[in-house]
């Protein structure tokens, strides 16, 4: 493909993958490894045996929560982190478990200090809301099943998720210039989502992908009320202008959800020096 | 799986389904958008299936602010009952290792479904093409045994071409020929799967190279519609089709004012 500027990329398609036909002639073997893989890959949601036993004795074996909110990323994550969870008033409940091609480098990774996880915590005296905070990479077909399994254990009845989700600029399409009004909000919600949004709604062409997508479509397809919160930023690393911008978003929660008037300074000292370079020549 | 917008799910007896496979240069899903578009289809159902990646958006055919705040899906069902169509939209590539899973549940949707015919818009790669492919149109299409005796003269009355079968092993035995859509994605897959199950599909394809494949799309899409008549013959090429406002930057944001 050659761009506007004349040189020639080597580029797959952006539709296809090539190697289709090859799967039809498989045999024993190939069956057994490829159902293995996929054992492996696998999500599981695993729950604090307090948790577990109060899942077991319901009737339907969901948990009653009227709101879930979702972070997905670092910067969302370290909102909930600086604002929310700083406050001492939450328990860690469970967690998400599974495995990707990328899972060792995210254990062992150098500039990753920060560790990846998929967890969730519940306030100490009120029970009615979930987080779930999600720094994990997870893989395109681990989304769907993300999904399933987490919503399978949430009672469905009277319960409105809320989806903050970290994108980045270079993926947003406008045709004016957005350099000086970034980092900002964009919220996409479900049909059943009747409340007033708190930011703009994502324009067309503008799509959402990831953990946020399988969340949005679930919700969507099930008539559970979402709404997506997405900070399109142009800082990949967590930053506190950033994390202040996810502030609205969480305006219609202001009952339910407190948030700390400024954010907890030790816990994004502790996120920011994670994410800094380690050692490079200057340092 | 099938899941449907009202509490009665509607019925599609007798509906010719139109379905785009995700294949070179997204060909098939651009004319799928544009025929949704420009005949004002409804949204009626979704599919919701671990074998696609997921993806959410705003209503893609969005024609006032209102209807610009419906979320869409990566697989939603259109319909038009007058006409007796129903079109299924795709904006997602199908997951790796479960592209069998995916012509399964497709197959198996059209015959609990009793679509009348079943058409897959679908592309294959132009420089894959041997010699007796190079001449002439890069329009081709496919009928599977249950069809073919209904509408096969037809089509050969309208000078279409069918694709060729080309030689498994060029330039050693010229006797061995096998079907081969390379880029076409789950063409192949589907096309087989309903000549073994009896389904009544047709396959229309065009060769083409990644790109700015707009143009691709309308031709395929007029090729469709001097076999079924969707809309009328347009007096000047392509006015009668509508181009929806999600194909807005295709080729990325403006121009930053920063570098001149």
Not at chain 1, 26 to 34: A, P, T, V
Not at chain 1, 95 to 116: I, M
Not at chain 1, 181 to 191: G, V
Request: glycine content about 6%.
């Amino acid at each position: 493909m050659a761009t506007f500027f004349g040189e020639v990329l080597s580029v797959y398609s952006r539709a296809v993958e090539e190697d289709e036909d090859d799967l039809e002639d498989e045999n024993e073997e190939d069956k057994r490894i490829r159902s293995e893989i996929e054992q492996k890959r696998s999500v599981h949601v695993e729950w604090c045996p307090e948790v577990q036993n109060s899942l077991d004795v319901t009737s339907e074996k969901t948990l009653p929560f009227s709101q879930f909110l979702i972070a997905v990323g670092p910067n969302a994550a370290g909102f909930l982190s600086t604002y929310v969870l700083s406050s001492g008033k939450w328990d860690s409940i469970g967690l998400v478990s599974l495995w990707n091609e990328r899972s060792e480098s995210q254990q062992y990774g150098v500039h990753l200090q920060q560790e990846a996880g998929c967890v969730f915590y519940k306030q100490k005296e009120c029970s009615s809301v979930l987080i779930c905070q999600c720094t994990l990479y997870i893989a395109e077909d681990q989304l769907f099943p993300w999904a399933e399994k987490v919503f399978a254990c949430i009672q469905r009845r009277g319960l409105t998720v809320t989806v903050l989700s970290d994108a980045p600029l270079s993926e947003f399409k406008s045709p004016n210039s957005l350099y000086s009004t970034t980092p900002f909000l964009r919220a996409l919600r479900t049909s059943a989502y009747k409340t007033q949004v708190s930011c703009q709604l994502l324009e067309q062409p503008n799509i959402a992908t990831g953990l946020a997508a399988a969340v949005l479509s679930y919700c969507q397809v099930q008539k559970i009320p979402a709404v997506l919160y997405q900070c399109y930023s142009d800082v990949i690393v967590p930053n506190s202008i950033t994390m202040e911008t996810y502030k609205p978003a969480l305006s219609s929660l202001s009952e339910i959800i407190k948030l700390d008037s400024c954010p907890n300074a030790d816990v994004l000292k502790r996120l920011l020096k994670a994410s800094e370079i380690q050692s490079n020549m200057y340092t | 799986m099938f899941i449907s917008i009202e509490n009665t799910p509607p019925s599609f007896k007798g509906f010719t389904l139109i379905m785009p496979a995700v294949s070179v240069g997204n060909v098939g899903q651009l004319a799928t958008d544009l025929l949704i578009s420009s005949l004002g289809m409804a949204r009626v159902g979704y599919v919701h299936t671990d074998c696609l990646i997921p993806m959410t958006g705003n209503n893609p055919y969005a024609t006032s602010a209102e209807s610009a705040a419906e979320l869409c899906t990566n697989a939603e069902v259109y319909s038009l009952s007058d006409i007796r169509l129903a079109v299924l939209q795709i904006r997602a590539p199908v997951v790796k290792t479960k592209s069998r899973k995916f012509r399964k549940l497709i197959t198996s949707w059209i015959k609990t479904c009793g679509f009348d015919k079943t058409v897959i818009l679908s592309s294959s790669h132009a420089y894959q093409r041997d010699d007796q492919q190079l001449l002439g149109t890069p329009l081709r299409y496919l009928l599977s045994p249950a069809l073919e005796q209904e509408v096969g003269v037809h089509l050969k009355e309208l000078e279409w071409k069918q694709m060729e079968r080309v030689c498994a092993f060029p330039g050693i035995d010229g006797s061995e020929q096998r079907l081969y859509i390379p880029g076409g994605g789950v063409t192949k897959g589907l096309y087989t799967d309903s000549c073994s199950e009896g389904i009544r599909m047709a396959v229309l394809l065009i060769f083409c190279s990644e790109g700015d494949n707009i143009p691709d799309a309308f031709s395929l899409l007029n090729y469709l519609n001097d076999w079924l008549h969707l809309v009328d013959k347009p007096t000047e090429a392509s006015s009668q089709w509508k181009i929806p406002v999600s194909w807005r930057l295709l080729f990325g944001s403006g121009i930053p004012p920063a570098i001149f």
